[in-house]
């Protein structure tokens, strides 16, 4: 327990870290990265790609502090809970290359649009791959619209094939999705986006323990995150680490 408090103790200093240009200072950088300044440029990139539509306000901001909150409850290593933050953050970078005609489109799309849907998880990774220092989070960024039972994108990988970091950074992305508004779908209830996750889980698609663990602490943490409008995250991020640090204390 004593590294969980140490954990937590280090996230509530970084609670109000909402802007991606802060996120330098979450870790020491390897010493091969190219600079603050091109990872900066990542960060803005992700921030620009967010700002594109007012549906995705405050998504990596959430995704970034939800998925770690996760993980501490997971008893994950700090490198980890490093590598799920920036992931986080960086996730869904490659949308930039997405047209707006698709990225925005009200409807359902067509399995032509979808297909360039997809890319954004391989153009991700590319933009990523020439800094080493996020090396870590490639796997993150690729995989994460993977499922567990193989039938995923973009290299359908199955069971421990899916990395343990992605399928994290999944099941926060898609509850933050169903409970925000999108150009397709009005925002879904709290209690209907769980149930969404339980069954898409009970198909296969999701890990089951990730799933299990994130819904147990749902009302009294991840809800709470999730209320965050953008403008000031400190109160209700604090209060999450608060209800978090209780739950590992049960």
Known sequence: MRTKEKTLAC????????????ADSLGERETESPGEDADGVLFSLAKVVEQRDCYTAG??????????????????????LLTIYLGGYLHDVGKVGIPDSILF????????????????????EEICRPLPSFRHVLPLIRSHHERMDG??????LAGNRFPLLARV?????????????????????RAKALETLEEETARGWRDPEV????????????SKINSYSG???????????SNLQRFLTQ
């Open 169 to 189: 950074i999944q099941t926060v992305d898609i509850y933050d999705a169903l409970t925000n508004s999108r150009p397709y779908k009005t925002a879904y209830p």
């Open 59 to 80: 998504h990596c901001e959430r995704l970034a502090f939800t998925g770690v909150a996760l993980g501490v409850a997971m008893g994950l290593d700090s490198a980890s």
């Open 231 to 241: 403008a000031s995250p400190d109160r209700s991020m604090q209060d999450s680490l």
């Open 11 to 22: 996230l509530k200093t970084r609670a109000a870290l909402a802007a991606p240009a802060k």
């Open 105 to 124: 489109k009200p409807g359902k799309l067509t399995e032509d649009e979808f297909d360039v849907m997809r890319t954004h998880t391989v153009r991700g």
């Open 151 to 156: 039938t995923g994108y973009p290299d359908r």
């Open 211 to 222: 799933t299990t663990l994130f819904v147990r602490l749902n009302k009294r943490v991840f």
